[in-house]
């Protein structure tokens, strides 16, 4: 999809998600064509004329100001995330007469000490890079989801993992649907930021020509930025385990985050966790019991 397009319909969805009531206006009669605002609501909200709105929807940004943007973000009600990809999407017309060319980007490296700090955590642990690409991880990162190790390179990416393979079904049972959601609001961000990179078509062709999913839940352009979360999951070695996971960014590269993933101490995944470590040989921190967490003070 081309910047055009894509500033088009993501307008097109955040207003879509926004009644007349909801933004404080009263309704014009007659039958409604379109879910949510309208371009003219839109408009009157954001303190722009109707041509200057539908000239903004249709992707002629060029030259369009941050008080603009900023108005047109409060009216849909935009936040902060998704203010930032508005931003992003208008900067190639904005920031010159022609938007940037695909091109190849370097090949992303991890650091010698990032492989070690992998290593020394007894939690899963993965550096995800662009595109959702897992540029590396741990023992026990590879058994709870799947050897990434192991693929040829172009294969490990975590969007191919939750959308091309049935284990990632299996092991997010339930909560698949919200995982591919958030699989491709996070694509879409990383789009929104990376206009410019050579291997991102390709890859959203594939899955979208793969999965009927993946296809739905990009035309709905909703984006997203993982930092802290929660992920219940079901294990095929050991069971339903439950885990927090943060992410950190990599200094010296903003396209590489450190995921790890944790349990509560002394709960039934800790114990799991210790379990899948033992049969597959990677390092785990022991299950603390409620005395080893108590303060010796206390």
Known sequence: MDRSSAIREFLRTRRARITPE????????GARRVPGLRREEVAQLAGVSVDYYVRLERGRTRGVSESVLDAVARALRLDATERAHLFDLTRPATGGAHPRRKRSLAPQRVQPAL??????????????GRRTDVLAGNRLAHALYTDFQALPHRRRNFARYVFLDDDARRLYGDAWDTAAAECVATLQRYAGRHPDDA?????????????DTFRRLWAHHDVLVQTTGSKCLHHPLVGD??????????????????????????????????????????????????????????
């Open 115 to 128: 492989y070690r700090t992998l290593d020394a955590l007894g939690v899963p642990a993965l550096v995800m």
């Open 199 to 211: 291997q991102l078509p390709g890859l959203i062709g594939e899955l979208s020509v793969l999965s």
């Open 22 to 29: 909801q933004a404080g206006l009263t309704p014009h009669g």
């Open 241 to 298: 385990i439950t885990l927090d996971y943060i992410g950190l960014a990599v200094e010296g590269d903003p396209d590489q985050s450190l995921i790890v993933l944790t349990p509560e101490p002394a709960s039934p995944t800790a114990e799991a966790l210790s379990l899948l470590a033992g049969w597959t040989g990677a390092p785990a921190s022991r299950p603390q019991t409620p005395e080893a967490t108590r303060d010796p003070a206390g």
